[in-house]
């Protein structure tokens, strides 16, 4: 084993090892898929290519990102670490390979974060717009700010209560959702729709187009592995909240699409063109009040996304510093608070320099932008860890089937998302992100190049745990 500063200045300042039960590991993931933002705003996609089969689109998603969890999962068990993919991907393929990993995972968790937090001064304007108040834009910024203030103090404080915290959030915004719709399907007087139950008239070629978009509203949900360091038993806690995630969310957004689709009257042209489609479910529903309680959910759900996102960025930051990936005080843990403190400075200093970038595309851009170039990052990993599993199964001589065929089913799935990401190219201004995204991926096999040549033990340490 080659030892790092890291290890020889803080081998008392670890991670809080065992603080988080199965609860608060699963809260990490639904938090960071934050389901209500799917109903909120999501689903305009999908419902725009896919109709009246905007649910079934969903129901294939969620067993396809059940695949891809199950082959996540077969990997969590043999490699609890904090840098989970980095590590997943790497100890199979090559050090390289992995850093490439745990490379794409920063951006996507980050810019997931940027996306919400630039969704949130929308919400809270059309949350006060309901009491006739309108919000300047510096006023705008000033929240936003704010808003990232809280995320950083609650992650960079303690990860059981900010994992608590998340689930709490979620699953009050979640019920709210809930309950609202149950309102709205009781006007209706039942739950019965020909249209959508009438496979004749299913869209097929629309139904697998969306596909792709409704995968977009899983990614976060594999983010309870960054903190196997921190579970108390991760053997069994990190598997159940990455399957159960999926299983759960999956079953939300398909049931949601189903009754948004019938509250709208089979209306998905109108789903579709709307910014806010909830709302227009309500006020079509003649529930017109309803609108500020599902802003006030939406923002609730932004900031456990965000606060998910910020603790799982900066335990792949904290991974990599451990091996020296990246600067070795990525991998420093606060003596108190036992989080990677430096991390997750440095998660939100990246996050705040690309809210101020995007700024100049408007609120409403900027969430469509970082939620895209996100999406990249996430499915490009989903997709080496599809691989990685069957073949970690068969170094370690325990290869079964369904080793092999979730990681041949997810992987489909996560390359049909990448194809269809690129084909058709994207229109201005998302046609600037596929280059993009590949500059800052060639960025980082330029640094990991340089690092092989100039500190080649530095690449060989990644065959030991030294995450501590």
């Known amino acids: 084993m080659v030892a790092t500063t890291a290890d020889a200045t803080h081998t008392k300042a670890q991670l809080k090892h065992g603080a988080l ?214 053997q069994r806690n990190i598997p159940i909240s990455i399957v159960g995630s999926a299983a759960i969310a999956g079953t939300f957004f398909t049931i949601m699409a189903y009754l948004m689709v019938m509250g709208m009257g089979d209306n998905t042209a109108a789903i579709a063109g709307s910014s806010s489609p909830f709302k227009d479910m309500t006020d079509k529903a003649g529930l017109p009040w309803a609108a500020s309680i599902v802003y006030f959910a939406a923002m609730i759900s932004a900031f456990a996304c965000a606060l998910a996102c910020t603790n799982a960025s900066s335990r792949m930051l904290y991974s990599m510093g451990r091996y020296q990936f990246l600067h070795g005080s990525m991998g420093l843990v606060h003596k108190i608070h036992k989080t990677p403190h430096f991390a997750v400075l440095a998660s939100a200093a990246i996050i705040l320099v690309v809210v101020l970038a995007l700024l100049p595309e408007g609120f409403l851009n900027g969430f469509g932008l970082s939620g895209t170039i996100a999406t990249y990052g996430f499915v490009v990993v989903y997709f080496g860890v599809c691989l990685s599993a069957p073949v970690d199964m068969y170094r370690s001589g325990v290869l079964k089937a369904q080793h092999v065929f979730y990681g041949i089913a997810g992987a489909a799935l996560m390359g049909f998302v990448i194809y269809s990401s690129v084909f058709p190219y994207p229109a201005a201004p998302f046609n600037m992100l596929p280059p993009a995204f590949a500059i800052y991926m060639v960025i980082g096999l330029v640094w990991f190049a340089v690092l092989k040549v100039k500190s080649p033990q530095v690449l060989v340490s990644i065959a030991s745990d030294m995450e501590g």
């Open 21 to 234: 039960n199965l609860f608060e590991t699963l809260g990490q993931s639904i938090a960071n898929i934050a389901p209500t933002l799917t109903p909120a705003l999501n689903i305009t996609v999908v419902a725009g290519l896919a109709g009246v089969g905007s649910w079934i689109s969903y129901l294939i998603a969620t067993i396809g990102c059940i695949f891809v969890g199950a082959s996540i999962s077969t990997l969590a068990k043999r490699h609890p670490e904090a840098g989970s993919y980095f590590v997943y991907i790497g100890r199979n393929f090559g050090p390289v390979a992995g850093a490439m990993g745990g490379w794409a995972m920063v951006l996507a968790y980050t810019t997931t974060a940027v996306a919400v937090i630039l969704g949130f001064p929308l919400f809270l304007n059309n949350f006060l717009a309901a009491f006739g108040i309108t919000l300047t834009f510096a006023w705008q910024l000033v929240f936003t700010f704010a808003f990232l203030g809280l995320v950083t103090y609650a992650a960079y404080r303690d990860i059981q209560l900010s994992s608590r915290l998340g689930l709490v959030l979620e699953c009050i915004s979640v019920g709210i959702i809930i309950v609202i719709t149950a309102i709205v399907v009781g006007r209706h007087g039942t739950v019965v729709d020909p249209a959508q139950l009438s496979f004749s008239k299913i869209p097929t070629g629309g139904v697998m187009s969306a596909m792709a978009f409704a995968v977009f509203s899983f990614v976060g949900f594999e983010s309870a592995a960054t903190l196997a360091k921190e579970s108390n038993n991760p």
